[in-house]
């Protein structure tokens, strides 16, 4: 095909709109790695739908035509072919040969078009709702009538049938089985995975798919998690993701008949879910008939009383489009369990820009001591309550995992008799590679590989959270007291605070509730997954704490390349889609090269911002009022004469610029000791009599209602305050995802560079790696990048829209060596400063000019 010229859009596109969209047609059409980026408020997430459909809907299109020619041509061959005056044998073969292409065909064209028949057959379903909503419920209401029994004690019978559930499932016939129902398609259509990081991104995506032109002939289904799609109260009350999905399964393999909720609630007996029906077609049908999102299809499912998650993914194979989050496509087990094939079809992730850093934290592990002993504790206690009816293989395994649990243990200089909170004899952080950690905590010799086999076919998490439940224990670390003497005891018993130093019998620590129902196996489990990465692309950090069950083994994921290897290599065509992608080099060489792409497929795209160049102004600035120089360094931070300076600074800013004013600092120890000087100096005082002071809260929580707040106070200032001034972190909770958009945010300050502690252990690491498997410079300009990413993405809360005005204000001397470095619609109007009166006579300016272009407007 072709690249196309226009493309339907709700609005006349700006020309950068239709470039995108031209080059993104391009990029899928010629099957390419591509980064694009896009300035925030330049309508990306539009510009993607448009263009990615356009050219999905036209390579349907071609493709039906392609074959309807080839079948055509094929026939015109074999009527020549008959009419021939040949060797008759020469005819026949010549016909067969051609009659075996022709049909070959003919059956490709016939998928798609009975792929399109049902489709659209599923479509009309949802006409027929209302009626079939009705006899559904009848039916519903019919089988729960007969259920119904009288509520009788539980006999030994039913306590026999409890004990049973608990059981490990034989491991040799679940390997045969298979977790989740597959099902095979005649015809695979080509399908555009859409990635964001969080569900609210997928939702204001749908939203914005709404408004598209395609918004009516294009089938959608947005893919969840069981803890977002079930319905089943019983279940989702486990909360754990694991948990939710272990019990699904369960539930599914069950054949009793299904139980009164009630009843079900009391015996504690796992019973087949009701929310599971025969068929889903309704709601998938649902599903394709109009774009909706997860509530709204939850919606639709509680209605129709049936399992919206297995609808969603059943609608998979009839869709055209489908949006799911990071981690169902950047996590492989994920990716398989929730049916998500990228062989041949596109991938785009939106919101790339950290899209590095989201699969090291993604695979990376962190697992306490505290875990270590609860769960040795649970298992000890599990496997004694059962071993008689355990096989010989399932108990062999299960002596395996303990054994693994109590190694483990040995790098706190701790045992399974200890208990979480004894001193810890380890003081200082120690690094290993994986080879080197099994090797020393002597668990090489046990395969990993088939550990984690017995304990997924098995269903040991399951059956474990089972048994707690089922018996209510108190699950307990127990220690047996050497009754320690001496100087070294009466240390330890001040450390800790312990009253009682001396128990003749038993130490004992009760788990709270609140620890009881994390599941301490889950991180044990994914730990353990972490063991069968490449010895090369990780590393295994112990941190020793205060005590034994503070410690910490970490894992650390060190090339996130080894987990995009199979995407790059399946998918037709992946999009890295961002606000601010630079450097792009570091997608280029650490992803998409590391996993083993060639660099001719690699396209790179970048586009100017929609706003003129007249309404924004960037500002580096040096030099304080009185001439101290601006470089807030880790050495510098607690200068109070730089302090000093940075409060007058923001005194005269607040004195010219109107409306909202959002202050970017470092780190959140750097905000607190900033704000507790200006607080005792008396500069708080004086700001709050020009601007309301918010501060960025502790708590997620509490972020909505601080917004709220100070929107408030810039619509509605109280005299003499004539907005608002928000204390934020860079990396923190306003800093990506949140519009300051208009008023909100006339002037972006950024108070010194963020960079990352350069004396983390794990950053070091990271440097090292690069600088031996990427090239000799890679590890500094990562660290360089890590800060002026972070710094560019605070930069972008400040323009939203075409007519949207703003000032950036950089408070460092050191940004004067790194303006190539951010946004290139930002260097356009960057601006450096030696003397503050400049900067303030600038800013006042810009300012003093829009006032006056408003003010003609309104007349």
Not at 100 to 127: D, F, H, S, V
Not at 322 to 334: G, K, W
Not at 668 to 693: T, V
Request: charged content about 25%; some cysteine; glycine content about 4%.
């Amino acid at each position: 095909m072709q690249t196309t010229e226009e493309f339907p859009f709700p609005f006349p596109p700006y020309p950068i709109q239709n470039q995108f969209m031209k080059e993104l047609y391009k990029c899928l059409e010629n099957a390419k790695l591509g980064i694009f980026e896009s300035p925030t408020g330049t309508g990306k997430s539009m510009s993607i739908i448009c263009g990615a459909l356009k050219w999905l809907l036209d390579y349907e299109e071609n493709q039906k035509d392609q074959l309807n020619a080839a079948i055509s041509e094929l026939d015109e061959q074999i009527k020549k072919c008959s009419n021939t005056c040949e060797n008759w044998f020469s005819v026949q073969t010549q016909q067969i040969e051609l009659n075996g292409k022709r049909q070959i065909l003919q059956a490709k064209l016939n998928a798609i078009l009975q792929y399109e028949r049902e489709r659209n057959a599923l479509k009309e379903t949802t006409k027929n709702t209302r009626k079939k909503k009705k006899s559904h419920s009848q039916i519903t209401q019919n089988s729960t009538s007969k259920e119904k029994t009288e509520n009788n004690p539980i006999e030994d019978d039913e306590k026999e049938i409890m004990e049973e559930e608990l059981l490990l499932e034989d491991t040799q016939k679940s390997d045969s089985s298979d977790d989740e129902n597959k099902e095979e398609e005649a015809h695979e259509n080509i399908k555009i995975f859409f990635c964001s990081r969080t569900h609210s991104q997928l939702s204001q995506f749908i939203g914005e798919l709404k408004k598209s032109p395609y918004s009516k002939n294009v089938s959608v289904v947005t893919l969840a998690s069981r803890q977002n799609y079930c319905i089943n109260k019983n279940v989702k009350k486990l909360k754990h993701l694991n948990l939710i999905n272990e019990c699904c399964l369960q539930l599914q393999r069950k054949k009793a008949t299904v139980k009164d909720e009630k009843d079900l609630k009391k015996k504690k007996i796992a019973t087949s879910c009701p929310f599971m029906p025969g068929t889903q077609n309704l709601l998938i049908g649902e599903v394709l008939a109009e774009i909706q999102d997860v509530e709204e299809i939850v919606q639709k499912g509680e209605e129709l009383k049936t399992c919206t998650y297995y609808a969603s993914r059943r609608a998979i194979p009839h869709t055209q489009l489908i949006l799911v989050p990071y981690n169902s496509i950047l996590h492989e087990n994920t990716r398989i369990s929730s049916g998500i094939n990228l062989k041949g079809n596109i991938l785009i992730i939106d919101e790339a820009h950290n899209l590095l850093e989201a699969i090291e934290r993604m695979h990376s592990v962190s697992i306490t001591g505290r875990n270590l002993l609860h769960c040795y504790s649970q298992l000890s206690q599990y496997q004694k309550r059962f071993q008689h009816l355990f096989s010989a293989k399932n108990v062999l395994s299960l002596c395996q995992l303990c054994f693994c649990l109590k190694k483990l243990l040995t790098v706190f200089g701790g045992s399974t008799k200890s208990n979480p909170d004894d001193i810890n004899t380890e003081s200082s952080p120690k690094l290993y590679k994986i080879e080197e950690f099994e090797i020393i905590t002597e668990i090489d010799t046990v395969n990993i590989f088939e550990l984690l086999k017995f304990i997924k076919n098995s269903r040991l998490t399951h059956k474990l959270q089972g048994f707690m439940e089922q018996y209510d224990t108190n699950l307990k670390i127990q220690k047996h007291d050497v009754r320690a003497h001496g100087v070294k005891e009466f240390l330890n018993s001040i450390k800790t605070k312990s009253i009682e130093s001396n128990i003749s019998n038993t130490i004992v620590n009760t788990v709270s509730d609140g620890e009881r129902s994390n599941n301490p196996i889950m991180a044990i489990i994914s730990f353990l997954e972490c063991l069968k990465n490449c010895c090369a692309d990780g590393r295994i950090f112990v941190i020793p704490g205060p005590t034994i069950g503070q410690s910490i083994i970490k894992f650390l994921l060190l090339n996130p390349a080894a987990h995009f290897h199979d995407i790059v290599r399946d998918a037709r065509a992946v999009i890295l889609a961002g606000g601010t992608m630079a450097p792009m080099n570091e997608f280029t060489e650490q992803l998409f090269v590391a996993a083993g792409a060639m660099p001719e497929r690699i396209v790179t795209f970048s586009c100017d911002h929609i706003v003129p160049k007249e309404n924004i102004i960037c500002n580096i600035m040096t030099h304080g009022p009185s001439g101290v120089e601006f470089e807030f360094n880790f050495q510098n931070r607690q200068n109070t004469k730089l302090l000093d300076e940075l409060g007058r600074t923001l005194l005269n800013l607040c004195n010219v610029i109107p409306a909202g004013i959002v202050v970017f600092l470092p780190s959140y120890n750097f905000e607190d000791l900033m704000y507790k000087h200006l607080e005792k100096s008396g500069i708080i005082a004086k700001l709050s009599s020009k601007k309301h002071i918010f501060r960025e809260p502790k708590l997620a929580s509490q972020v909505n209602e601080t917004l709220e707040q100070y929107s408030l106070r810039i619509k509605k200032p109280q005299s003499p305050q004539n907005g608002s001034l928000l204390f934020s972190v860079v990396g923190g909770k306003l800093s990506e995802g949140l519009n300051f958009s208009d008023d909100l945010g006339r002037c972006i300050i950024i108070v010194g560079m963020p960079y990352p502690n350069i004396k983390s252990l794990e950053l070091q690491e990271k440097i090292k790696y690069l600088n031996e498997n990427v090239n000799s410079d890679a590890g500094q300009n990562f660290y360089e990048n890590s800060c002026m990413k972070a710094v560019n993405q605070c930069i972008g809360r400040a323009i939203r829209h075409i007519n949207d005005y703003s000032t950036v204000v950089l408070l460092d001397k050191r940004y004067t060596y790194k303006t190539k470095a951010l946004p290139h619609w930002i260097q356009r109007t960057l601006i450096i400063h030696t003397t503050f009166g400049n900067m303030i006579g600038a800013i006042a300016k810009f300012f003093n000019k829009k006032r006056s272009e408003s003010i003609k407007k309104n007349d």
